[in-house]
């Protein structure tokens, strides 16, 4: 490794790590070319002067091989998709090469970072900093809704958080659906009880008390993280500090019952009643209405083989068609169920290459998303896939270190 690492292009590229990963669209640009696609070509140009100055390069064999791994398989699926759709649905082919792109990306971001001396620890912690200030901005939001449309007068948004003012969900400065800012933002749980053994007494104070406003965020998101907050407790009791779990859960069923106390004695405002209709009531409708999401091609062929659109597919219902949100379903539909199952294969076997703390990590992670993926898209969402790919290569680069 390089000896001199001058602190304030370690932070520059943390920074430009996690605007790459959740930099959202802004208006006046294409909705490709957004903070995160800027970001990442920002890292390019650094990294090419940095090496240029710099010409000792380390790389680790096993990262480029899961690289690689990872590239190979999105260019099958893709040439595969294309061939048996015969080129005439396109839609799965074009969300294929945009991870092409960003596991390229994160590639290049990971190799940095291990180079100019950064931990694989204090990215995860700059992520977990990154979430908790948006969190903090959401629950301002909540008492100024008119802080979000401020700004989606600079950020393009999409998805189903609208409506502020009547069921108080919001985004803050992300640009992603309910449901997949829900786990998003579940996962900040799971990175504060990994990193708690390395934390100061000041850092834990933070993270701990943020895991409060994470929480609350949560429930003005997208209610899937609830699902995903639960699985993550779950996991994390086998391997990360039992004390501290059981505070966090002590912490969110007092976070939960303040509310429902409330409700219970009419104390609230009117929204408050939108609010809770959505988060309860409306939730146990939602799970009733998942069904509707999980069906199988009737046609044998394409059950096991696929050749019809990931976006583009329907089903019968009694209104006519419809199409699925689950990223499971929408994956057997375009290429088939034996392939679906050898995507998350593989991307659990390039976990072998980890040290076996950052190993369970990482598989604790891909097992979170792999659940959340039954529901709303993971494995093709920007956000994720960027993630995803970062934490991996950056975890066996850095597995020297990355432990201690």
Same mark, same amino acid.
């Given at each position: 490794?390089?000896?001199?690492?001058?602190?304030?292009?370690?932070?520059?590229?943390?920074?430009?790590?996690?605007?790459?990963?959740?930099?959202?669209?802004?208006?006046?640009?294409?909705?490709?070319?957004?903070?995160?696609?800027?970001?990442?070509?920002?890292?390019?140009?650094?990294?090419?002067?940095?090496?240029?100055?710099?010409?000792?390069?380390?790389?680790?064999?096993?990262?480029?091989?899961?690289?690689?791994?990872?590239?190979?398989?999105?260019?099958?699926?893709?040439?595969?998709?294309?061939?048996?759709?015969?080129?005439?649905?396109?839609?799965?082919?074009?969300?294929?090469?945009?991870?092409?792109?960003?596991?390229?990306?994160?590639?290049?971001?990971?190799?940095?970072?291990?180079?100019?001396?950064?931990?694989?620890?204090?990215?995860?912690?700059?992520?977990?900093?990154? /979430?908790? *200030?948006?969190? !903090?901005? @959401?629950?301002?939001?909540? &008492? %100024?809704?008119? =802080?979000?449309?401020? $700004?989606?007068? #600079?950020?393009?948004?999409?998805?189903?958080?609208?409506?502020?003012?009547?069921?108080?969900?919001?985004?803050?400065?992300?640009?992603?659906?309910?449901?997949?800012?829900?786990?998003?933002?579940?996962?900040?749980?799971?990175?504060?009880?990994?990193?708690?053994?390395?934390?100061?007494?000041?850092?834990?104070?933070?993270?701990?008390?943020?895991?409060?406003?994470?929480?609350?965020?949560?429930?003005?998101?997208?209610?899937?993280?609830?699902?995903?907050?639960?699985?993550?407790?779950?996991?994390?009791?086998?391997?990360?500090?039992?004390?501290?779990?059981?505070?966090?859960?002590?912490?969110?069923?007092?976070?939960?019952?303040?509310? /429902?106390? *409330?409700?219970? !004695?009419? @104390?609230?405002?009117?929204? &408050? %009643?939108?609010? =809770?209709?959505?988060? $309860?009531?409306? #939730?146990?409708?939602?799970?009733?209405?998942?069904?509707?999401?999980?069906?199988?091609?009737?046609?044998?062929?394409?059950?096991?083989?696929?050749?019809?659109?990931?976006?583009?597919?329907?089903?019968?219902?009694?209104?006519?068609?419809?199409?699925?949100?689950?990223?499971?379903?929408?994956?057997?539909?375009?290429?088939?169920?034996?392939?679906?199952?050898?995507?998350?294969?593989?991307?659990?076997?390039?976990?072998?290459?980890?040290?076996?703390?950052?190993?369970?990590?990482?598989?604790?992670?891909?097992?979170?998303?792999?659940?959340?993926?039954?529901?709303?898209?993971?494995?093709?969402?920007?956000?994720?896939?960027?993630?995803?790919?970062?934490?991996?290569?950056?975890?066996?680069?850095?597995?020297?270190?990355?432990?201690?």
């Amino acid at each position: 490794m390089i000896s001199y690492k001058p602190r304030v292009f370690v932070a520059l590229v943390l920074i430009l790590s996690v605007s790459y990963i959740y930099g959202p669209p802004l208006h006046g640009l294409p909705t490709f070319f957004n903070v995160g696609v800027l970001s990442g070509m920002g890292i390019i140009f650094l990294s090419s002067i940095y090496f240029y100055r710099n010409s000792k390069l380390e790389l680790n064999v096993k990262a480029v091989y899961s690289y690689v791994t990872l590239v190979s398989l999105f260019i099958f699926l893709m040439v595969y998709h294309l061939l048996i759709t015969k080129g005439e649905i396109i839609d799965f082919t074009s969300v294929l090469i945009r991870n092409i792109v960003f596991i390229s990306i994160s590639f290049i971001f990971a190799i940095v970072l291990y180079d100019i001396g950064c931990r694989f620890k204090t990215l995860i912690k700059s992520i977990s900093y990154f /979430l908790l *200030l948006n969190s !903090i901005l @959401m629950l301002a939001m909540v &008492f %100024d809704p008119s =802080l979000q449309h401020s $700004i989606d007068g #600079f950020v393009n948004h999409s998805g189903n958080i609208t409506d502020y003012e009547r069921v108080m969900r919001f985004r803050g400065v992300l640009n992603m659906e309910g449901d997949s800012l829900g786990v998003m933002y579940s996962l900040y749980f799971l990175f504060v009880l990994y990193l708690y053994p390395s934390l100061t007494k000041i850092e834990r104070w933070i993270f701990f008390s943020g895991s409060a406003v994470v929480f609350l965020s949560i429930l003005f998101s997208g209610r899937t993280g609830l699902i995903t907050l639960g699985l993550i407790i779950f996991v994390s009791s086998y391997k990360y500090n039992k004390k501290l779990i059981s505070h966090l859960s002590m912490l969110i069923s007092f976070l939960l019952a303040i509310p /429902l106390i *409330l409700y219970i !004695i009419g @104390m609230f405002d009117p929204w &408050f %009643d939108d609010f =809770l209709d959505w988060l $309860i009531f409306d #939730f146990i409708e939602a799970f009733g209405r998942l069904g509707q999401h999980l069906f199988l091609p009737q046609d044998p062929i394409v059950l096991l083989f696929g050749g019809e659109g990931y976006i583009a597919h329907s089903h019968p219902t009694q209104d006519g068609t419809g199409t699925s949100d689950s990223g499971y379903i929408r994956q057997i539909f375009a290429v088939g169920i034996i392939l679906t199952t050898v995507t998350w294969a593989a991307i659990y076997h390039t976990t072998k290459y980890l040290s076996k703390d950052e190993a369970y990590f990482v598989i604790a992670f891909i097992f979170v998303i792999s659940v959340a993926h039954i529901k709303t898209l993971m494995l093709f969402s920007p956000s994720f896939i960027k993630l995803l790919s970062m934490i991996l290569f950056f975890g066996i680069l850095d597995q020297r270190y990355c432990s201690s």
